[in-house]
């Protein structure tokens, strides 16, 4: 059985679990003060041209999400997300268990437009309803598309002249600015949101995001919200560890490049079979439509998760690729899509 389930079946990349081994005796302070998580930061800092920026690393996606957005809007504000959304569709309710309502929106592609964002804001008139106060976006989103930098600057201006906060799910940004088609830079986030975070997880590490917060009224007492969220991690060196070890040189984008390639070899085998897709994703989530009978035999080998039906007799699944997975699977898969 091979997973094409998702991009965190696999443990991490060589180069960490050696970097934790050859630093696992060093003495070091706690919660996020080590020596490791100061230089990750540092270069952060460095690679994101940006030395005003206050980064934090945390553990999970949906941790980051909840700590962060929690801490940005005041108890009666909510967030404006996608139907397709991580907040809205993937958390347990986890933002709503911070007492702050996630208003969703449908949209074709996965991404919100000022449109979007304005249609919220006229159903969301005055204080008998909660206040829209963040847009909540995810590049790449939940179904593999991506923003280009356009879309950002649009978002980002309607958000500023709305008085809006704009925050961006990084859990795969890696996959999404390796991508092709892409125009941003990781450079370039800093000026296009208030807060964003890098994606560790999924993308080669063994846990961890790291979250950056620009905008400076966002910035005060945050590690009081990380601890109170039980997000602060006694050892938190090994986060720092990490982050270090995928921006020292450029692991983490030839990781991400990896993921998205082996899903080109997936996405163009497929294309030659004449199998249509759900999306035209350029990341490492890809979304075929099979006959349902085609997937019951596919399932005897691979793992992978039935996105939704598309008629009767078909339905679209999701396949993912990751920084590990190996061409010789890939290959084999195209072979049994043949039959």
């Given at each position: ?21 050859e ?12 020596s ?37 809007l ?6 404006i ?21 996630v ?37 790449s989103?939940?179904?593999?598309s ?26 795969r ?57 039980g ?11 990490q ?26 085998g497929?294309?030659k ?67």
């Open positions: 059985m091979y997973s094409f389930k998702n991009d965190y079946s696999e443990g991490a990349h060589p180069n960490i679990l050696q970097a934790l081994i630093t696992n005796l060093v003495q070091e302070a706690g919660y996020g003060e080590d490791f998580t100061i230089q990750a930061v540092k270069v952060l800092k460095e690679k994101m041209g940006h030395a005003d920026a206050d980064i934090h690393l945390l553990s999970g996606g949906t941790q980051t999400n909840l700590t962060a957005i929690s801490a940005f005041r108890p009666h504000e909510a967030a997300a996608a139907t397709s959304g991580h907040i809205f569709v993937h958390e347990t309710g986890a933002i709503e268990a911070t007492g702050h309502k208003v969703a929106i449908d949209t074709e592609d996965g991404k919100l437009t000022p449109a979007h964002i304005q249609q919220v804001l006229d159903e969301h008139t005055d204080e008998h309803m909660v206040k829209p106060k963040l847009v909540y976006i995810s590049n989103t939940e179904i593999g991506i923003y280009l930098k356009s879309e950002l600057e649009a978002l980002k201006s309607f958000c500023d002249s709305h008085n809006l906060l704009l925050f961006l799910d990084g859990a940004l890696g996959s999404a600015l390796c991508a092709d088609g892409n125009d941003l830079q990781l450079s370039d986030l800093p000026h296009l949101v208030d807060a964003f975070y890098i994606g560790g997880t999924k993308n080669g590490a063994l846990l961890g995001e790291a979250l950056v917060i620009i905008r400076d009224s966002l910035k005060e007492d945050f590690r009081y919200h990380i601890k109170q969220k997000a602060l991690l006694a050892k938190g060196r090994l986060l720092g560890i982050f270090l070890e995928l921006f020292r040189d450029n692991l983490f984008f030839e990781l991400a490049e990896h993921a998205n390639n082996m899903a080109s070899l997936l996405r163009t497929l294309h079979e004449n199998i249509d897709f759900l999306i035209d994703s350029p990341t490492n989530q890809l979304f075929p439509i099979l006959h349902n009978d085609q997937i019951k035999k596919l399932q005897d080998k691979y793992a992978f998760l039935v996105w939704e039906k598309t008629d009767a007799d078909k339905s679209a699944i999701r396949l993912v690729t990751s920084w590990a997975t190996k061409e010789e699977a890939v290959i084999q898969f195209l072979k049994d899509i043949k039959g």
